[in-house]
């Protein structure tokens, strides 16, 4: 859990990721903001592209842009849509890429108003298949 000025900032950071979100096709903006080990801010949006499949989620746009300045480790990240009236959680392929990072990180679930539910990635995909599982013994036979 991130100091509370820090959440307060990934909170503001997230809902204005929110209004660069290019969803012409879903007309549905989300803004994440992710908090860096060094306390930066790194945000993203979802953009979306006239071939559906290729559209990328603001949570994993937001990954994509830390990794490529430079972050790898994460402490917090702030997910927010339009709806006013539920707490709305990343989907299932942005969880599986947030984890690649590791577990124990806080999300905070934000709605339009600033509102927020705080949970953790280990919260939302348990049992996640990681890093970790690819670390076996070499095949027999092998040089
Ligand atoms: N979307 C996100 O950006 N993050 C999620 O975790 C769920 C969905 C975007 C993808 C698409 O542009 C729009 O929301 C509707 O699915």
């Not at 549905?28 to 592209?49: H, I, K, M, R, Y």
């Not at 702030?78 to 709305?88: G, L, P, Y």
Request: with cysteine; hydrophobic share 40%.
């Amino acid at each position: 859990m991130a100091d509370q000025t820090k959440v307060k900032e990934l909170i503001a950071k997230c809902l204005q990721a929110r209004d660069m979100a290019y969803c012409p096709y879903s007309r549905f903006p989300v803004g994440a903001a992710l908090l860096t080990a060094d306390g930066s801010v790194v945000t993203g949006c979802n953009v979306e592209n006239a071939s559906y499949g290729l559209t990328l989620c603001a949570e994993r746009t937001a990954v994509q842009r830390a990794v490529a300045e430079g972050h790898r480790r994460f402490t917090a990240i702030a997910v927010t849509c339009d709806i006013k009236d539920r707490f709305v959680g990343p989907c299932g392929a942005c969880r599986q890429v947030l984890m690649e990072f590791g577990s124990e990180w806080a999300v905070y679930l934000t709605r339009p108003d600033g509102s927020y539910k705080e949970t953790s990635l280990g919260e939302l995909l348990p049992l996640a298949f990681c890093q970790a599982h690819l670390e076996k013994e070499p095949m027999a036979g092998s040089p």
